[in-house]
T-cell receptor, first 117, second 112 residues
Framework: GAVVSQHPSRVICKSGTSVKIECRSL??????MFWYRQFPKQSLMLMAT?????????EQGVEKDKFLINHASLTLSTLTVTSAHPEDSSFYIC?????????????FGPGTRLTVT | SQQGEEDPQALSIQEGENATMNCSYK?????LQWYRQNSGRGLVHLIL?????REKHSGRLRVTLDTSKKSSSLLITASRAADTASYFC????????????FGKGTTLSVSS
């Protein structure tokens, strides 16, 4: 159990366009989802925390108007990279957490490779 | 923000040798977790150790936690070429519902 999927697994887009990445919890309800970004040969950096039905909380230095996060249901969160630029090229990973006794468990998606040309 | 620092940043060993990676963190934690990531792939959860535990084993993995020094170590015994990957520690703060914060990672290369 506790599977998180991401779609697409990789995407190439042109500079100036927007890209939407979906994160789904397949067999549990995720009250909280997290979005991370990982540049080549670096670690995962937390971008934002989203709770179902409320606005996302962004980490310092992450532009909320550029990285739009919507957590409209207990199984789906989306990250939209607006007006993408080559420097946004990165590996985006989501994770999901339940609200129950296993609230310390955080389940990760397989990641989405974004390349902006 | 990043909580942890791992050392070494890179480690190259021969098959059969043991690999030890260390992680230090800055604030009080509820638990510390270790993950593996193969190049360009997603994360694989290896082991979780709670703040009231000092040592934990899982197969060829041994993890220690020293909360007084705010440090943890991951030992992989009898390494295999398939262990080649990046290894990250991640800390969970005491506040439930907060995100895991990752260290910078150690890149392990095991040659046959």
């Amino acid at each position: 159990g506790a599977v998180v999927s991401q779609h697409p697994s990789r995407v190439i887009c042109k500079s100036g366009t927007s890209v939407k990445i979906e994160c789904r919890s397949l067999d549990f309800q995720a009250t909280t989802m997290f979005w991370y970004r990982q540049f080549p040969k670096q670690s995962l950096m937390l971008m934002a925390t989203s709770n179902e039905g409320s606005k996302a909380t962004y980490e310092q230095g992450v532009e909320k108007d550029k990285f739009l996060i919507n957590h409209a249901s207990l199984t789906l969160s989306t990250l939209t990279v607006t007006s993408a630029h080559p420097e946004d090229s990165s590996f985006y990973i989501c994770s999901a957490r339940t609200s129950g006794n296993l609230s310390w468990e955080q389940y990760f998606g397989p990641g989405t490779r974004l390349t902006v040309t | 923000s990043q909580q942890g620092e791992e050392d070494p940043q890179a480690l190259s060993i021969q098959e059969g040798e043991n690999a030890t990676m260390n992680c230090s963190y800055k604030t009080s934690i509820n638990n510390l977790q270790w993950y593996r990531q193969n190049s360009g792939r997603g994360l694989v959860h290896l082991i979780l150790i709670r703040s009231n535990e000092r040592e934990k084993h899982s197969g060829r993995l041994r993890v220690t936690l020293d909360t007084s020094k705010k440090s943890s170590s991951l030992l992989i015994t009898a390494s295999r070429a398939a262990d080649t990957a990046s290894y990250f520690c991640a800390t969970a703060l005491n506040q439930a519902g907060t995100a895991l914060i990752f260290g910078k990672g150690t890149t392990l290369s095991v040659s046959s």
